[in-house]
Protein backbone atom coordinates (compact mmCIF):
# COMPACT_ATOMS: atom_id res chain seq x y z
CA UNK A 1 0.00 0.00 0.00
CA UNK A 2 2.63 2.46 0.48
CA UNK A 3 4.25 2.17 -3.10
CA UNK A 4 0.72 2.68 -4.43
CA UNK A 5 0.30 5.68 -1.66
CA UNK A 6 3.34 8.24 -2.76
CA UNK A 7 2.50 7.08 -6.66
CA UNK A 8 -1.16 8.27 -6.38
CA UNK A 9 -1.29 12.17 -8.82
CA UNK A 10 -3.59 14.56 -8.07
CA UNK A 11 -6.34 13.08 -10.51
CA UNK A 12 -6.72 9.74 -8.47
CA UNK A 13 -7.37 9.12 -4.75
CA UNK A 14 -6.87 5.88 -2.89
CA UNK A 15 -10.31 4.24 -1.83
CA UNK A 16 -9.08 0.86 0.39
CA UNK A 17 -7.23 -1.35 -1.94
CA UNK A 18 -8.81 0.48 -4.99
CA UNK A 19 -7.31 3.55 -6.76
CA UNK A 20 -9.98 5.86 -8.16
CA UNK A 21 -9.65 7.70 -11.13
CA UNK A 22 -10.81 11.50 -10.51
CA UNK A 23 -12.55 13.79 -13.28
CA UNK A 24 -11.00 17.07 -12.32
CA UNK A 25 -13.44 20.12 -14.23
CA UNK A 26 -12.00 23.09 -14.15
CA UNK A 27 -13.95 26.14 -14.84
CA UNK A 28 -13.93 28.34 -17.95
CA UNK A 29 -14.62 31.70 -17.72
CA UNK A 30 -17.07 32.52 -20.40
CA UNK A 31 -16.06 36.42 -22.11
CA UNK A 32 -17.34 38.94 -20.92
CA UNK A 33 -19.85 40.24 -23.72
CA UNK A 34 -20.49 44.68 -23.97
CA UNK A 35 -23.42 45.55 -25.38
CA UNK A 36 -23.76 49.16 -25.74
CA UNK A 37 -27.48 48.48 -24.53
CA UNK A 38 -26.73 48.18 -21.04
CA UNK A 39 -25.22 51.45 -20.60
CA UNK A 40 -26.58 54.11 -18.71
CA UNK A 41 -29.92 56.02 -20.27
CA UNK A 42 -31.80 54.83 -23.19
CA UNK A 43 -31.18 54.92 -26.65
CA UNK A 44 -33.10 56.84 -29.25
CA UNK A 45 -32.90 57.63 -33.07
CA UNK A 46 -32.90 61.36 -33.86
CA UNK A 47 -33.30 62.25 -37.41
CA UNK A 48 -31.83 65.33 -38.91
CA UNK A 49 -31.77 67.61 -42.21
CA UNK A 50 -29.91 66.18 -44.92
CA UNK A 51 -26.15 66.14 -44.19
CA UNK A 52 -26.98 67.94 -40.88
CA UNK A 53 -25.76 65.12 -38.82
CA UNK A 54 -21.92 66.70 -37.98
CA UNK A 55 -23.68 70.36 -37.61
CA UNK A 56 -26.18 68.55 -34.74
CA UNK A 57 -23.51 66.76 -32.78
CA UNK A 58 -21.52 69.97 -32.48
CA UNK A 59 -24.47 71.51 -31.58
CA UNK A 60 -25.63 68.73 -29.55
CA UNK A 61 -22.19 69.15 -27.74
CA UNK A 62 -22.18 72.41 -26.88
CA UNK A 63 -25.75 72.59 -25.52
CA UNK A 64 -24.52 69.28 -23.16
CA UNK A 65 -21.48 71.53 -22.14
CA UNK A 66 -23.40 74.75 -21.69
CA UNK A 67 -25.94 73.31 -19.83
CA UNK A 68 -24.30 70.98 -17.56
CA UNK A 69 -26.43 67.68 -19.11
CA UNK A 70 -23.28 65.59 -19.05
CA UNK A 71 -25.33 63.00 -16.83
CA UNK A 72 -28.47 63.44 -18.83
CA UNK A 73 -27.42 62.90 -22.41
CA UNK A 74 -24.27 60.32 -22.32
CA UNK A 75 -23.42 59.70 -25.93
CA UNK A 76 -23.96 60.81 -29.78
CA UNK A 77 -23.31 58.10 -32.05
CA UNK A 78 -23.01 58.23 -35.88
CA UNK A 79 -23.50 55.02 -37.68
CA UNK A 80 -20.53 54.54 -40.40
CA UNK A 81 -19.32 51.65 -42.50
CA UNK A 82 -16.67 51.04 -44.89
CA UNK A 83 -17.44 51.22 -48.88
CA UNK A 84 -15.88 50.35 -51.43
CA UNK A 85 -16.38 52.25 -54.78
CA UNK A 86 -15.18 52.44 -58.00
CA UNK A 87 -14.03 55.90 -59.05
CA UNK A 88 -12.19 57.10 -62.38
CA UNK A 89 -11.53 53.47 -62.88
CA UNK A 90 -9.57 53.15 -59.59
CA UNK A 91 -11.10 51.31 -56.34
CA UNK A 92 -11.11 53.05 -53.06
CA UNK A 93 -12.52 52.37 -49.82
CA UNK A 94 -14.55 55.04 -48.14
CA UNK A 95 -16.48 55.70 -44.97
CA UNK A 96 -20.08 56.06 -45.25
CA UNK A 97 -23.28 56.89 -42.91
CA UNK A 98 -24.91 53.73 -42.53
CA UNK A 99 -28.09 55.84 -42.09
CA UNK A 100 -27.87 59.20 -44.11
CA UNK A 101 -29.91 61.82 -41.83
CA UNK A 102 -29.51 59.83 -38.72
CA UNK A 103 -28.23 59.87 -35.30
CA UNK A 104 -28.12 57.36 -32.11
CA UNK A 105 -28.26 59.07 -28.65
CA UNK A 106 -28.15 57.52 -25.34
CA UNK A 107 -29.84 59.71 -23.27
CA UNK A 108 -32.13 59.62 -20.24
CA UNK A 109 -36.01 58.80 -21.06
CA UNK A 110 -37.07 62.96 -19.59
CA UNK A 111 -39.95 64.98 -21.63
CA UNK A 112 -37.36 67.55 -20.86
CA UNK A 113 -34.26 66.25 -22.52
CA UNK A 114 -36.47 64.89 -25.31
CA UNK A 115 -37.24 68.51 -25.87
CA UNK A 116 -33.93 69.82 -25.50
CA UNK A 117 -32.62 67.17 -28.32
CA UNK A 118 -35.65 68.08 -30.63
CA UNK A 119 -35.07 72.10 -30.56
CA UNK A 120 -31.26 71.65 -31.56
CA UNK A 121 -30.85 73.35 -34.80
CA UNK A 122 -30.70 71.06 -37.73
CA UNK A 123 -33.07 68.29 -36.24
CA UNK A 124 -36.27 67.24 -37.48
CA UNK A 125 -37.55 64.80 -34.65
CA UNK A 126 -37.51 61.13 -32.96
CA UNK A 127 -38.36 58.34 -34.27
CA UNK A 128 -41.42 57.19 -32.49
CA UNK A 129 -44.82 57.05 -32.34
CA UNK A 130 -45.37 60.26 -30.02
CA UNK A 131 -42.71 63.32 -30.02
CA UNK A 132 -43.04 63.62 -26.66
CA UNK A 133 -42.56 60.33 -25.64
CA UNK A 134 -40.05 58.96 -28.55
CA UNK A 135 -39.80 55.04 -28.97
CA UNK A 136 -36.25 53.58 -27.17
CA UNK A 137 -34.50 51.03 -29.19
CA UNK A 138 -34.30 47.44 -28.67
CA UNK A 139 -31.56 45.56 -27.37
CA UNK A 140 -31.67 43.32 -30.75
CA UNK A 141 -31.64 46.90 -32.58
CA UNK A 142 -29.01 48.47 -30.75
CA UNK A 143 -26.67 45.19 -30.87
CA UNK A 144 -27.03 45.25 -34.94
CA UNK A 145 -26.18 48.76 -35.17
CA UNK A 146 -23.32 49.49 -32.25
CA UNK A 147 -21.40 45.79 -32.19
CA UNK A 148 -21.47 44.42 -29.25
CA UNK A 149 -17.94 44.24 -27.65
CA UNK A 150 -16.47 40.47 -26.46
CA UNK A 151 -13.38 40.91 -23.79
CA UNK A 152 -10.00 39.45 -25.82
CA UNK A 153 -11.64 39.37 -29.40
CA UNK A 154 -11.28 42.20 -32.11
CA UNK A 155 -14.39 44.18 -32.39
CA UNK A 156 -15.96 43.32 -35.85
CA UNK A 157 -15.85 45.69 -38.93
CA UNK A 158 -19.18 47.04 -39.86
CA UNK A 159 -20.85 44.88 -42.54
CA UNK A 160 -19.68 46.40 -46.04
CA UNK A 161 -21.99 46.84 -47.91
CA UNK A 162 -21.77 45.75 -51.94
CA UNK A 163 -19.07 48.34 -53.86
CA UNK A 164 -20.93 50.74 -55.91
CA UNK A 165 -19.75 51.26 -59.46
CA UNK A 166 -19.82 53.52 -62.48
CA UNK A 167 -20.96 50.62 -65.03
CA UNK A 168 -24.70 49.62 -66.44
CA UNK A 169 -24.83 46.96 -69.14
CA UNK A 170 -24.43 48.22 -72.41
CA UNK A 171 -22.01 51.19 -71.79
CA UNK A 172 -19.43 51.73 -73.87
CA UNK A 173 -15.89 51.25 -72.29
CA UNK A 174 -11.79 51.99 -73.20
CA UNK A 175 -9.63 48.81 -71.74
CA UNK A 176 -6.81 50.14 -70.38
CA UNK A 177 -4.08 47.65 -69.11
CA UNK A 178 -3.53 44.23 -70.02
CA UNK A 179 -3.17 42.78 -73.82
CA UNK A 180 -6.71 44.51 -75.01
CA UNK A 181 -5.15 47.96 -73.72
CA UNK A 182 -6.67 50.71 -75.67
CA UNK A 183 -9.57 48.18 -77.12
CA UNK A 184 -12.92 49.50 -76.99
CA UNK A 185 -16.31 47.49 -76.29
CA UNK A 186 -19.74 47.16 -74.63
CA UNK A 187 -20.56 46.26 -71.33
CA UNK A 188 -22.45 42.75 -71.53
CA UNK A 189 -22.18 41.63 -67.68
CA UNK A 190 -21.54 43.20 -64.24
CA UNK A 191 -20.30 40.85 -61.57
CA UNK A 192 -20.23 42.97 -58.18
CA UNK A 193 -19.42 39.44 -56.26
CA UNK A 194 -16.42 39.28 -58.36
CA UNK A 195 -15.55 42.58 -58.96
CA UNK A 196 -15.90 42.43 -62.62
CA UNK A 197 -17.10 43.33 -65.92
CA UNK A 198 -17.66 41.14 -69.26
CA UNK A 199 -16.87 43.74 -72.17
CA UNK A 200 -18.07 42.21 -76.06
CA UNK A 201 -14.49 43.53 -78.16
CA UNK A 202 -14.39 43.46 -81.67
CA UNK A 203 -11.21 41.49 -82.54
CA UNK A 204 -10.45 40.82 -86.01
CA UNK A 205 -14.41 41.28 -86.65
CA UNK A 206 -15.89 39.58 -84.62
CA UNK A 207 -17.34 40.39 -81.24
CA UNK A 208 -15.50 38.58 -77.97
CA UNK A 209 -16.16 38.71 -74.40
CA UNK A 210 -13.57 39.70 -72.48
CA UNK A 211 -13.97 39.19 -68.71
CA UNK A 212 -11.45 42.57 -66.91
CA UNK A 213 -11.33 43.75 -63.42
CA UNK A 214 -13.67 47.27 -62.70
CA UNK A 215 -10.17 48.80 -62.57
CA UNK A 216 -9.25 47.73 -66.02
CA UNK A 217 -11.59 49.63 -68.03
CA UNK A 218 -13.07 52.91 -68.15
CA UNK A 219 -16.41 54.69 -69.15
CA UNK A 220 -16.20 56.75 -72.58
Known sequence: MSDIETNVSEE????????????????????V???????????????????????VIGALNNIIKSRELSDSIYEIYLPEEDVTEFKSGKKVTVSKRMFPSYLLIRCEPDPEI?????????????????KTRPTALTRREVDNIIRPHVEGVEQPVAKRRMPTHE????????????????????VAE??????????????????TPVE??????TKL
Open 12 to 31: QHVDGDEILDVTIIEDVEEP
Open 167 to 186: FEVNDTVQIKTGPFATFSGH
Open 33 to 55: VESAFDRAGRWYIVHTFAGHEQK
Open 212 to 217: LDFTQV
Open 114 to 130: FYVIGSTPGVTGFVGAE
Open 190 to 207: INEDQLKVKVLVDIFGRE
